[in-house]
């Protein structure tokens, strides 16, 4: 690994708390990301010159500390705010330990921050995946099916709104947490999207935004105890990151659902996410939408095999989703599910209507499902159409590459004169 690959691995990894952690200190949203973003491009120069640090982290949250004094010196000579700053800062901060786990807070302060209501729901979200989940704009701009230009504006109209607004970087109390919650979890469950599926590049899955999400909704199921779907939301991650292990092969290539090697599912993943389960259900409020995707998990966690899932139980399942939490991307894997339990016949009306209506233009996914759908009917003319346009829609090279030899499965055999 070369030192630009090690700025890049701290920098996804550690962002979101170097970043939360400024804004704790200066008290400036905005300013704490511009102060990251500047300790981030002194180590791309100085790590490939000196050297990688013994805690990289740490030394891009001194630099960036260190230039938040300047920021202050420049605002005001001897301001108190600086002199705060600048007792706290010591030479070797450098070399001291980063502990990640003593600034949860701060990145969970920078999420409700992030989520404030004077920012619009399409803005609290791609803000958050841009400075907690690290995610870039182009990543962003996937994962919410929304052109990167459009990304890009919204974050920084976004950032101008919470200065404005001077929201202060902090956990709210608890009533002001409720109206921001939806949004929290939201992101989290996006973040944890695009790294378990991730939509570019060349690992199907990326573990440490996956991880980081996991983290996440465990920190938020211990300071929001009581919220059902919080705690839906960890068990969807929890049963759904258990099937890891065996998702790609030697080589990281994508393995398929039916082809998994069970025994490689991460029972204890599989344990924690059913105890989560159960406390979502156990509010008496039933299920939210994210419960009702880990009860679906659940479905596929307890199965023996893909043979032997409780296909109606899922198909039902989705069906209470579909009217809870309405979207194409639930009917896309309500058609499979009911592919499934009834037979492809029964599903295809389901993505006809939804291709006929113009939905997820621009993703793979519907054009996946329908060419297996057709594959299984015996129309491989139709079914080979389908698949080219996924192959030309997906953005992750494994997953694309796997759609490639589908495609090359339904070739016309040569004619034989």
């Not at 997820?360 to 491989?380: I, K, M, N, Y």
């Amino acid at each position: 690994m070369t030192e630009r690959d090690a700025v890049a691995a701290i920098w996804r990894i550690e962002s979101a708390r170097i970043v939360g952690a400024l804004a704790r200190y200066t008290g400036d949203f905005a300013l704490a990301e511009d102060l990251a973003q500047e300790a981030l491009a002194e180590a791309l120069v100085t790590w490939p010159r000196e050297g990688v640090p013994r805690n990289p982290a740490g030394w891009l949250h001194t630099v960036g500390r260190r230039r938040a004094v300047d920021v202050f010196r420049r605002r005001a000579a001897l301001d108190a705010k600086y002199a705060v700053l600048a007792n706290d800062l010591r030479e070797d901060a450098v070399t001291g330990d980063w502990d990640p786990d003593q600034i949860d807070d701060d990145v969970l302060a920078l999420m409700f921050v992030a989520c404030h209501p004077v920012l619009s729901r399409e803005a609290r979200l791609t803000l958050t995946l841009r400075v907690v989940g690290g995610l870039t704009s182009d990543e962003i701009a996937r994962a919410v099916l929304t052109p990167t230009a459009t990304v890009q504006a919204r974050i920084t109209r976004a950032k101008k709104a919470l200065a404005a607004a001077q929201v202060p970087f902090e956990v709210p109390p608890p009533q002001e947490r409720a109206e921001r919650l939806g949004s929290v979890l939201n992101v989290i469950y996006l973040i944890f999207t695009e790294g378990s599926s991730a939509s570019s590049g060349s690992d199907l899955i990326r573990f440490d935004l996956a991880g980081e999400a996991q983290r996440l909704a465990r920190v938020l199921s211990r300071l929001v105890p009581g919220e059902p779907e919080v705690h839906g939301l960890l068990a969807l991650l929890e049963l759904t990151a258990a099937r890891f292990p065996a998702r790609t092969g030697p080589d990281g290539e994508p393995v398929l659902l039916e082809d998994q090697d069970r025994r490689r599912w991460d029972r204890s993943a599989i344990q924690r996410g059913r105890a989560a389960l159960a406390r979502a259900g156990a509010a008496g409020r039933g299920l939210g939408a994210y419960g009702l995707q880990a009860a679906i998990a659940e479905c596929h966690a307890v199965a023996p095999s893909v043979a032997e899932t409780n296909w109606e139980r899922v198909v039902l399942l989705y069906e209470a989703l579909g009217r809870l939490a309405p979207s194409p991307v639930v009917e896309v894997n309500r058609a499979v599910a009911v592919s499934m339990a009834r037979g492809p016949a029964a599903a295809l009306p389901i993505v006809d209507s939804l291709a006929a209506a113009g939905a997820l233009r621009g993703s793979h996914l519907l054009p996946t499902v329908r060419g297996e759908l057709l594959t299984r009917l015996g129309r491989p003319g139709e079914a080979r159409a389908e698949l080219a346009r996924a192959v030309e829609l997906c953005g992750n090279d494994r997953e694309r590459e796997v759609l490639r030899r589908k495609l090359a499965g339904l070739e016309r055999p040569p004619n034989i004169r």
